[in-house]
């Protein structure tokens, strides 16, 4: 029902920015919750940001607050990552998803999004 593909990604030295996007395909993009998440070797999916279906609600991890800016354009069907002040320990590859909902709610769980639509990931490498 709906396709996403992230791009933006790429190598970048400590302190700099990156602005990651996820393209969304199909008629109903409004209605989905959207949400980053990233991976890095070793570790599990951890989630970043998520954004209501009107954009209205966010929420970021801790780790990102401050550095980070979820935003999207329900007309043009992106979603995006602002990321500023990057940090080696930013390296990973950072996954959208999208969740179907009700409501004009966030979901900052992984599980929410199982039985939802994932990007490919698009790897990001902050360099010391």
């Known amino acids: 029902q709906v396709q996403l593909v992230e791009s933006g990604g790429g190598l970048v030295q400590a302190g700099g920015s990156l602005r990651l996007s996820c393209a969304a395909s199909?008629?109903?993009?409004?209605?989905?919750?959207m949400g980053w998440f990233r991976q890095a070797p070793g570790k599990e999916r951890e989630f970043v940001a998520a954004?209501?279906?009107?954009?209205?609600?966010?929420d970021y991890t801790d780790s990102v607050k401050g550095r980070f800016t979820i935003s999207r354009d329900n007309v043009k069907k992106l979603m995006n990552l602002q990321m500023n002040s990057l940090k080696p320990e930013d390296t990973a590859v950072y996954y959208c998803?999208?969740?179907?909902?009700?409501?004009?709610?966030?979901?900052?769980?992984?599980?929410?999004?199982?039985?939802?639509?994932w990007g490919q990931g698009t790897q990001v490498t902050v360099s010391s």
């Open positions: 199909g008629r109903t993009f409004s209605s989905y919750a």
């Open positions: 954004i209501s279906r009107s954009g209205i609600r966010t």
């Open positions: 998803a999208a969740k179907s909902s009700p409501y004009d709610s966030y979901y900052r769980d992984v599980s929410s999004y199982e039985s939802s639509y």
